[in-house]
């Protein structure tokens, strides 16, 4: 396991870069799999500067 401290400002600028580094099709589908929980994690803290943890887990 790992893990990383990020604030929800910084959180959300990724996911944006991502969304623009993405073609349409594989951020849809990204945005219903695997990252659906990071995705809404950010919208839901895109103006917060508290400080968020993750933690990444291998499957």
Known sequence: MLHSWTT?????????NLKKEMKEEAWQEFINGKGANLVSTAILAKESENRVLIIFKWK
């Not at 929800?8 to 944006?16: D, F, I, S």
């Open 8 to 16: 929800g400002v910084e959180m959300y600028k990724y996911v944006q």
